[in-house]
């Protein structure tokens, strides 16, 4: 077996769905099922279970897991250290951040990064940052611009970038929902929210919610990535809580305004998140000294 079908059945085996990993790995799923195939037979044991429904590791699949992410550390660490006879930093750093974050905090990092390590290619991937930190410890990404989670995993360094506050938003146009938080007392239990399905956020907003003490709330609609949650609130549809650094960079900031709370919310961490055992890699330890400076 070689590095490619590691990767191929280490993605596999986190995300336990052939199409999905066929399609970010760039392979047809008949491919990528010939290859787990072909593990199997070296192996002479079954390493997935799989029916129509359902993908699961099965005990010797589990110990191959580790098997092949062990192994591609190692081929990482490998190329990392033949590289050190160059000149120059060579190579390739993925990175995971919101679309916000791409614009608000990110720029100044590249553009010290790239200064001082021009042969490096970056590759950006931009989506929803309540999955940041699984991006990471899927090994889909080097790095992820991330709130910090109540629950932070150990293997994780975190290097913080900024304390990001957050607001209670609602919309400016005259609708329902605006005649609602004009109201001189709030009935909050009948105003209708847009939520993040989870993350930092989300969490915040149970917390700040329990807090009112008025019962369950109205829940209009569930998106992923804040910059969907403004988009939803300028339209009329509900009010929703927002990191203020996402509302200020919105194309409809303008459509949008803070509302007051009853009892304050609570900000989070803003940060870059990366695997603590790749710290001394040339090109990752590299990126962190950017981050820092």
Not at 14 to 39: D, E, G, M
Not at 149 to 169: H, N, V
Request: hydrophobic share 40%; with cysteine.
């Amino acid at each position: 077996m070689d590095i490619k079908s590691l990767d191929l059945f280490l993605h596999l085996a986190n995300s336990l769905h052939f199409s999905k990993t066929a399609q970010a790995k760039h392979v047809s799923p008949s491919t990528l099922s010939r290859c787990i195939q072909r593990i199997e037979e070296e192996m002479d044991v079954c390493l997935l279970n799989r029916d129509n429904r359902s993908v699961m590791l099965t005990d010797a699949g589990v110990m191959f897991k580790l098997f092949a992410q062990q192994q591609l550390e190692q081929w990482q660490l490998l190329k990392n250290a033949v590289k050190q006879n160059k000149s120059e930093l060579q190579g390739k750093i993925n990175l995971y951040c919101s679309v916000t974050a791409a614009y608000s905090h990110l720029p100044p990092i590249l553009e010290r990064f790239r200064q001082l390590h021009p042969q490096v290619e970056i590759k950006l991937i931009t989506g929803d940052s309540a999955v940041a930190v699984e991006q990471v410890l899927e090994h889909q990404v080097d790095f992820a611009i991330t709130a910090y989670p109540e629950a932070f995993p150990a293997r994780l360094r975190f290097i913080q970038l900024a304390e990001i506050p957050l607001s209670l938003i609602g919309p400016v146009i005259p609708c329902s929902v605006t005649q609602q938080i004009k109201q001189p007392k709030v009935d909050w239990k009948k105003v209708p929210f847009i939520l993040p399905e989870h993350g930092a956020v989300r969490h915040r907003f149970d917390i700040w919610y329990r807090q009112l003490k008025v019962g369950k709330p109205f829940i209009y609609g569930i998106v992923a990535g804040h910059e969907a949650l403004i988009s939803m609130v300028a339209l009329g549809c509900g009010v929703g809580i927002t990191p203020d650094v996402v509302m200020e960079n919105s194309p409809v900031r303008d459509r949008v305004r803070k509302l007051k709370t009853p009892t304050a919310l609570q900000s989070f961490d803003l940060g870059i998140c990366c695997y603590k055992t790749r710290a001394n890699e040339p090109l990752i330890s590299a990126f962190i000294s950017c981050v820092k400076n």
